[in-house]
C-alpha cells in the first residue's frame, strides 16, 4: 500500500526527470508547431511529457494521467497524475529560464501533492495537502503581509487581462506597493516562498493551477478563483493567490471594483 510519503518520493523523482529531459532541450534546435488556439508547443514539451507519462505508466499503470500534450489516459479517475511538460512554451523557447514544470496527484478530483520545478534554476517547489511546502527539502511560507496598499503584486497574462477586463487592468497597475508583470508559474512560487505577497492570473488550464493551488496552501497562502470559490477541474481558469486571507479578501474586493 503507497503511502503519501512514497507518492511524494516518486513526485519528485518525476520532477528531476523532467528537468533533465527539458535542460536537454534548452535553447537548442526546437521543432514549433502551433495548437488551434495558436500557442506554441515544441518538441520539448512532447518529448517531456512522454518520459514521465513512461515513468507513471511503469510505476503507476491504474492510475489516470491528464496531460497538456496527450490529454486524460488511463482508467482510474480517482487517482489522476496532472501534467504541465513546459509551463511557459513562450519563454522556453525564447530562451527565458523562468519556465517551469507541473506535477499534481489528485485523489477523488483533490489535489494531495503538487510540484513546481524550475529546471534552468535547479529549483523545485513541492506541496503536500495538509502538511507544507518544500524547497529542496527545507520548508519554505508566504509571508504575513495582509495590507495590500503594502504588498508586492505579480500581474500575470497582463495583455489579456488588458484585453478583457480593461478597468480591472487599471486597478491592477496601481495596486500594491510594488507590482511586476509576468507569466506562468514562477509568481505563484516566489509567494509561496514568501517573496511575493500577491498573483492574479488569468486564462489557465486546470494543469496549470491545480499543482500550483497544492504549493500555495500548504506554504500557509491561499489560491481560490476569482470569486472566491476553491479550484476544481472545471473552474474558469481566472485565479488569485494570495499570502494572507486578509490580503485575499483585499484581493477579491479590487477585482469586483
Given at each position: ?81 496532472i501534467v504541465d511538460p513546459i509551463d511557459g512554451t513562450r519563454s ?54 495582509t495590507d495590500l496598499n503594502q504588498s508586492i503584486l505579480f500581474i ?102
Amino acid at each position: 500500500m503507497l503511502t503519501q510519503s512514497d507518492l511524494v518520493e516518486h513526485a519528485t523523482r518525476i520532477a528531476d526527470i523532467a528537468a533533465d529531459a527539458a535542460r536537454g532541450y534548452f535553447r537548442g534546435a526546437l521543432g514549433i508547431d502551433f495548437k488551434s488556439d495558436e500557442s506554441p508547443v515544441t518538441q520539448a514539451d512532447k518529448g517531456v511529457e512522454a518520459q514521465v507519462r513512461a515513468y507513471l505508466s511503469e510505476h503507476f499503470p491504474d492510475h489516470g494521467v491528464f496531460g497538456e500534450e496527450e490529454g486524460i489516459t488511463g482508467g482510474d479517475s480517482r487517482n489522476l497524475w496532472i501534467v504541465d511538460p513546459i509551463d511557459g512554451t513562450r519563454s522556453f523557447l525564447s530562451g527565458h529560464p523562468l519556465f517551469g514544470f507541473l506535477l499534481g496527484h489528485l485523489v477523488d478530483g483533490v489535489p494531495q501533492i503538487g510540484v513546481i520545478g524550475m529546471p534552468a534554476l535547479n529549483e523545485t517547489f513541492v506541496g503536500v495537502r495538509g502538511h507544507q511546502t518544500t524547497l529542496h527539502g527545507d520548508p519554505v511560507h508566504t509571508s504575513t503581509q495582509t495590507d495590500l496598499n503594502q504588498s508586492i503584486l505579480f500581474i500575470n497574462e497582463g495583455e489579456k487581462i488588458y484585453r478583457d477586463y480593461p478597468a480591472l487592468f487599471d486597478r491592477l497597475t496601481r495596486a500594491g506597493q510594488t507590482r511586476r508583470f509576468a507569466y506562468d508559474c514562477y509568481p505563484h512560487a516566489l509567494l509561496a516562498a514568501g517573496h511575493v505577497d500577491a498573483v492574479i492570473d488569468y486564462d489557465l488550464q486546470p494543469y496549470d493551477y491545480m499543482p500550483v493551488s497544492v504549493v500555495i496552501q500548504a506554504a500557509g497562502g491561499i489560491m481560490t478563483d476569482w470569486v472566491g470559490n476553491p479550484l476544481t477541474m472545471e473552474s474558469d481558469g481566472r485565479v488569485v493567490s494570495a499570502a494572507t486571507p486578509e490580503l485575499h479578501q483585499q484581493l477579491l474586493q479590487l477585482i469586483h471594483g
